[in-house]
């Protein structure tokens, strides 16, 4: 299987075109005659006849793949015998016995990225491969943010959540100053291994959301759940001034910050 993986995201909100565009055809020059004589016929426009050559690709197509695919044929593609179109968000282009998987965004692209998708597709060499992808991937694709449903909460477990959404919101103050985004803390029933965790606002399609174990909290008391609760606001704090979330310098530095251990796990003791 040949693909690579991209992060790339657009905020382009336009709509994927559907149909072809046919340019306007362009109104003639005025002829200069003398006093007296006939003027030139007028002529009605004719429409330019739309053709899938190499030389006149268009520049957006019907997401039907038989089409997608006689226009890469005429680019030069070769050894693949049918075309799926995908939404997935982060393989753009792959290969696989002879079926080219394509994102649907694809369908809007001009002629040199569709070029680039048929060398990519039948060349052998790595260096064009490599010039392939760059054009590809520099494509800007549309994507939808992923959305995420909020974590089941048991109606048993709402006493506690609603604790810990406090609790949150004193820790706020007493060590973020207040900038943190108020959160409604979940608890989880679900969550067996670990202690709790962040979910980024670029996964819920709006604020961040911090789920807590609720066998951590009954097994383990408030003191440890409170650490993993900061620990979890540590990760809030990163995501929401832009910084990677992650258990790098940064992250361990602010932990330090506000008095807890700065490891992505930790040893309990009971």
């Not at 009954?218 to 993993?228: L, M, S």
Request: one cysteine or more.
């Amino acid at each position: 299987m040949i693909s690579w993986l991209t992060r790339k995201r657009s905020s382009d909100p336009v709509q994927l075109g559907l149909a072809l565009v046919v340019s306007e055809p362009q109104p003639e020059a005025p002829l200069t005659r003398m006093r007296g004589e006939p003027g030139p016929r007028r002529r009605l426009p004719v429409p330019p006849v739309e053709q899938c050559t190499a030389d006149s690709a268009p520049t957006r197509l019907s997401r039907d793949p038989a089409t997608f695919l006689a226009v890469l044929h005429t680019l030069g593609l070769r050894g693949v015998s049918a075309v799926r179109f995908t939404r997935n968000r982060r393989t753009m282009v792959s290969l696989t016995g002879g079926v080219l998987r394509v994102h649907e965004a694809f369908t809007d692209a001009p002629r040199e990225v569709l070029s680039a998708i048929a060398i990519f597709a039948t060349t052998r060499t790595k260096a064009k491969r490599l010039m392939a992808r760059d054009v590809i991937v520099a494509f800007p694709v549309p994507m939808r943010p992923p959305t995420r449903r909020p974590a089941a909460q048991h109606a048993d477990d709402e006493p506690l959540a609603a604790q810990l959404t406090m609790l949150h919101d004193q820790l706020n103050r007493r060590h973020f100053g207040c900038t943190l985004t108020a959160l409604e803390i979940q608890v989880s029933r679900r969550l067996a291994r670990r202690l709790g965790h962040y979910t980024p606002r670029s996964h819920t399609g709006g604020p961040g959301e911090i789920v807590i174990s609720r066998r951590h909290l009954r097994r383990d008391g408030w003191p440890e759940a409170t650490h993993t609760l900061l620990h979890e606001m540590v990760h809030q704090w990163q995501d929401e001034t832009g910084r990677p979330v992650d258990h790098g310098a940064g992250f361990r530095g602010k932990c330090r910050d506000v008095g807890i251990e700065p490891a992505a796990t930790r040893m309990i003791t009971r």
